[in-house]
């Protein structure tokens, strides 16, 4: 596993644009698939897709797509220092004093091109989220305050809690769970993909009840994600209605508490004063 230090940046940069490609295709066709046949891919994209549409503006739909740029370069980076530990502790074991300053510079190098990235990367997603949560914010509210929906609402036979505060907490929610999922899961599958090719050269073949498996650990790894993806769904989708209950309940109980904190600090305070 040893890697051309002098060519890193040529071969990084055919990998970003082919990688990036072959993302692209596939979000947007994922995409399409979920609207198309999935309730909760047609409630995704009546929130948020006429902020995402082309025909709102180009901007968004460009800064997301930096935003994947930017979370494959953060893998890129990962897999070249999986590359650079290899080099540093083979140097020091063969106690090769010119391989280790010369792998010092390029971790220097490496070290700077990632905080520079994280930063940049940091600007620009709260950036995204910043202008997404204003126009969601104004459009929700602009819905609720249209026809005089806030007063007609309290007539329903369940109205919503605190609609206002419902408005800008979920909001915020929404915006940075989406951002925060998606962004996730590029770099959770494109960094499987990826580093399968360096533990594909590492793993040795492994002899179970008598029969041997030819690069077991990659096997073991694509079992364990499988296996770890089908608890983390199976715990996680009763949270969504727990986490529903809890800032519902919590609003309310908050809001019964407050009065009473207030009257306690402002009988205080007359204490005080008398």
């Given amino acids: 596993m040893d890697m051309d230090w002098h060519q890193a940046l040529q071969e990084s940069l055919r990998w970003l644009a082919l990688t990036s490609l072959i993302t692209l295709l596939s979000l947007a066709i994922c995409a399409r698939l979920a609207v198309r046949f999935t309730r909760w891919g047609q409630q995704f994209w009546q929130i948020a897709g006429p902020w995402l549409s082309p025909k709102h503006s180009?901007?968004?739909?460009?800064?997301?797509?930096?935003?994947?740029?930017?979370?494959?370069?953060?893998v890129r980076l990962n897999v070249l220092f999986s590359f650079w530990y290899n080099g540093f502790y083979s140097a020091l074991q063969g106690l090769d004093q010119a391989a280790f300053w010369y792998l010092l510079g390029v971790f220097a190098v490496l070290a700077t091109i990632h905080v520079l990235r994280a930063l940049f990367t940091y600007y620009v997603t709260q950036a995204f989220s910043i202008r997404w949560r204003t126009w969601l914010?104004?459009?929700?509210?602009?819905?609720?305050?249209?026809?005089?929906a806030y007063y007609r609402g309290q007539f329903l036979e369940n109205p919503v809690d605190n609609p206002d505060q419902r408005i800008e907490l979920d909001v915020n929610a929404f915006v940075t769970g989406s951002v925060t999922l998606c962004l996730g899961a590029v770099s959770a599958l494109v960094s499987l993909v990826a580093f399968t090719a360096i533990l594909w050269g590492l793993s040795a073949p492994l002899t179970v009840a008598g029969v041997e498996i030819p690069r077991a650990m990659v096997f073991a790894v694509y079992i364990y994600v499988l296996i770890a993806t089908w608890i983390a769904f199976r715990l996680g989708k009763p949270l969504i209605r727990l986490n529903f209950l809890?800032?519902?309940?919590?609003?309310?109980i908050k809001w019964l508490i407050l009065p009473l904190h207030e009257s306690e600090t402002d009988r205080h305070l007359i204490g005080l004063s008398g």
């Fill in 137 to 148: 914010t104004e459009r929700l509210t602009s819905d609720w305050m249209a026809d005089d």
């Fill in 246 to 252: 809890n800032e519902k309940l919590g609003k309310r």
């Fill in 58 to 74: 180009w901007r968004p739909l460009l800064a997301f797509a930096l935003l994947l740029l930017l979370t494959l370069f953060a």
